[in-house]
């Protein structure tokens, strides 16, 4: 038997964390002294804080409870050991980062950011995330990139307990305008890192040797406090080595870079981008532990992108897929520049704010910017009863004649004529040549 005082010392104890609490009732129940040594090594192992001994021990006590016929113990003991797995795999609803996971000192807006030394030209920009950044709008695969690296932020200690760092370097490229910039400041955002963006400008000087410096004095920077490092336009810096327009220097340059990506390593988090991965060097991506392309949208984050440009207008739900349709192979930038000019024009003629008002509105929109090179766009820019015919004969669709008829105004009748004259073939062919 356990005499009175362990029982109390094991139920009450207060030395020991609230895991081993919840055990020591279970070893208060059992009332037999042959499992003491067992009970014994676990208060070592609690008192001691070492977490791996203590499940063990626990473990151990299970395997001895059972043998020694005792199951509604052995599964009580197994239960709590479930249930305190479980409790460790479940993720934080946000990351919280992090000062505790990224070294350095503390940033501050009055902290000095470094200047080149002959021009005074600041090397880099300071940014502190406020909590107000947009989310960005992504595809699937993006996205799954985007919120794993944000997970594994949130899952440090358990990527440190088996050894791993999350990761802490990432390429992004693709297209102007696909929200690259925008995602490097949302990372930052949830990450609670302030954002040190490179000054490509202000790195490179046409003094010898002077770029690489600029560079080095940049990461010493960015190593010494806790934040986010920021080479946007990266393309500039990292272009191919081999250029023969530009030997000598631009060598020197992405020597100095490599090397001072190696060393940053294990300092805070580094995210580049470019429009030209093409010209980024083959060492520069080795460099980075995740690439991603952000290309441009398709049809659903089209929609839920022009849904929240558009908003506070709130017309009906057909008249988005009108727009997302014919807003094919535009960026994200496109899509918002496109529906500002949606509300303005609507303001102003004060056509009703409804799918018939837009619809009209983004003909007239299209008809005044630069000549498209998408098509759905150009012929609505051209000429909307083509448009409306391209939308009704296209099986892929997911309108039909009523609906487009109701969203833009036409009528059924009128949508279903339009569609038997193939009004779009001969705008069709126009666009293709
Ligand atoms: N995926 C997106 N989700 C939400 N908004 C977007 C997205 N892409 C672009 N935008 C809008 O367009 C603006 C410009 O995007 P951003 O500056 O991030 O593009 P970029 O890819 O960095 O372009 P560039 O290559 O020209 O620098 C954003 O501030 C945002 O309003
Ligand atoms: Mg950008």
């Not at 090594?41 to 008192?47: D, H, K, N």
């Not at 833009?408 to 666009?431: C, E």
Request: with cysteine.
């Amino acid at each position: 038997m356990l005499s009175d005082s362990t029982k109390i010392f094991l139920a009450q104890t207060t030395l020991l964390p609230d895991k081993y609490h919840q055990q020591a009732d279970i070893f208060s129940q059992d009332g037999d002294m042959e499992h003491f040594s067992v009970i014994q090594s676990i208060i070592r192992a609690g008192l001691s804080g070492d977490a791996e001994a203590f499940d063990k021990q626990v473990a151990r006590l299970r395997t001895r409870l059972e043998k020694a016929g005792a199951a509604k113990e052995a599964a009580t003991i197994e239960r709590l050991l479930k249930s305190a797995t479980e409790t460790k795999e479940i993720k934080p609803s946000r990351v919280e980062i992090s000062r505790a996971h990224i070294s350095g000192e503390v940033l501050t807006p009055d902290t000095n950011a470094p200047i080149d030394r002959e021009t005074g030209a600041a090397l880099c920009e300071l940014y502190f995330p406020a909590g107000k950044q947009t989310v960005p709008v992504y595809e699937d695969r993006v996205s799954e990139t985007i919120t794993g690296l944000l997970e594994e932020w949130a899952s440090a200690d358990a990527l440190r307990n088996v050894g791993v760092e999350p990761t802490r370097s990432l390429l992004i490229f693709g297209p102007p305008g696909s929200g690259k910039t925008l995602t490097a400041h949302y990372i930052a955002e949830k990450l609670e890192l302030p954002l040190v963006t490179a000054k490509i400008d202000g790195l490179i000087s046409s003094f010898l040797g002077t770029t690489a410096r600029n560079i080095a004095n940049l990461f010493d920077f960015a190593n010494r406090y806790s934040c986010l490092l920021l080479l946007d336009e990266f393309d500039a810096l990292a272009k191919v080595r081999d250029d023969p327009q530009e030997v000598g220097e631009i060598k020197r340059v992405v020597n100095s870079l490599l090397q001072n990506l190696d060393k940053r390593r294990p300092f805070g988090v580094t995210i580049a981008i470019t429009n030209h991965d093409k010209l980024l060097d083959p060492a520069v991506w080795r460099r980075f532990e995740t690439h991603v392309h952000i290309g441009e949208p398709g049809t659903q984050a089209r929609t839920k992108m022009i849904e929240r440009f558009l908003a506070p207008l709130k017309p009906e739900a057909p008249i988005f897929s009108i727009i997302a349709y014919c807003l094919e192979g535009h960026s994200g930038a496109d899509l918002e520049r496109i529906c500002v000019s949606l509300k303005r024009s609507l303001a102003l003629s004060g056509e009703s704010h409804d799918g018939p008002g837009l619809f009209h509105a983004l003909s007239s929109v299209l008809s005044r910017l630069p000549s498209q090179n998408h098509r759905p766009a150009q012929i609505l820019a051209e000429d909307p009863d083509a448009f409306i015919s391209l939308i009704a004969n296209d099986l892929e669709f997911p309108l039909k004649q009523a609906e487009i008829g109701q969203a833009t105004g036409y009528g059924q009748s009128r949508v279903s004529d339009i569609k038997k004259a193939k009004r779009h073939l001969p705008l069709m062919k126009a666009t293709h040549a």
